[in-house]
């Protein structure tokens, strides 16, 4: 589901052909159940190993995603999840600059974007 606000940049995005994605985060209070759903929200493939390490070889190495120009993850709800684990938030966030950084040094287009509302 997308927000008012979002739904142009969204809209104009998928028009130039990138794949979006939308991670509600909403609820998540561990580290858990921010795996459980980021595997169901981006589709991850069977061997993802619901740790960090596997989500960011998931990001890094999108070979097991459809073929796409590049890829927006709009990440919401994202502040209960921040609140309840701070420590795990942070390594999430990192996990998250370091697949856009390293996307951007390939070409391959993945950018990562915190909405600020409740919804994405």
Do not use: H
């Amino acid at each position: 589901m997308t927000s008012e606000p979002m739904q142009p940049v969204l809209e104009a995005v998928r028009a130039a052909g990138m794949a979006t994605v939308s991670l509600d985060l909403s609820g998540v209070s561990d580290k858990a159940a921010f795996m459980d759903r980021c595997a169901r929200a981006l589709e991850l493939p069977d061997w993802f190993g619901r740790n960090w390490d596997a989500l960011a070889d998931c990001l890094t190495d999108l070979g097991w995603a459809p073929a796409a120009p590049g890829r927006l993850l709009v990440v919401s709800g994202w502040q209960e999840y921040a609140e309840a684990a701070p420590q795990e938030w942070i390594v999430a966030q990192e996990v998250f600059t370091d697949a856009v950084e390293y996307a951007r040094g390939r070409g391959t287009g993945l950018e990562i974007v915190l909405a600020l509302g409740t919804r994405a």
